[in-house]
């Protein structure tokens, strides 16, 4: 019996504890109040350096990997059309070899670049819409919405 209530009361603990982190992020950065902007910014301070950081390690590696295809592709297609032929299989290929690993390696250090300055400043200023395109909204009290938009 008092096994079965320990197991209950454990189960009960993790439940709470689970619905607190689910609704937690609604609460930690609410509309300012004009009347104690001060208070405001100095009480939220942490919730933005908690923001910039955990956006930050999210932004770097997801920017890199983003802009090494795109970077992957465009390589390869630029190479394959300097060619004679943007789709030509031969000038694929050759493209692929040629160009592919360079656009890689450009791409992913342009990811790693804008992702941390796009995480940096993002993650501590915030945004102004729940649908500009941020995973960092989070610790806003905004949930996840797409990590990038395709125009940055």
């Not at 923001?51 to 795109?70: L, R, Y």
Request: aromatic residues 12%.
């Amino acid at each position: 019996m008092k096994k079965m209530r320990k197991k209950v009361l454990s189960s009960l603990l993790l439940a709470a504890g689970l619905l607190t982190s689910v609704a937690a992020p609604g609460f930690a950065y609410p509309e300012r109040p004009e009347s104690a902007r001060v208070y405001y910014e100095i009480a939220y301070f942490p919730c933005r350096l908690i923001s910039m950081a955990v956006t930050t390690i999210w932004d770097v590696p997801t920017a890199t990997f983003q802009d090494a295809v795109k970077g992957a592709i465009g390589g390869t297609k630029m190479v394959s059309r300097n060619l004679g032929k943007e789709d030509g299989t031969y000038e694929l290929v050759a493209g692929g070899l040629v160009g592919g690993p360079v656009g890689l390696l450009a791409g992913g250090l342009y990811g790693a670049r804008h992702g941390f300055l796009y995480g940096m400043h993002h993650g501590f200023v915030g945004y102004p819409s729940p649908h500009s395109g941020s995973h960092s909204m989070i610790f806003q009290g905004k949930g996840f919405v797409v990590p990038y938009d395709d125009n940055y």
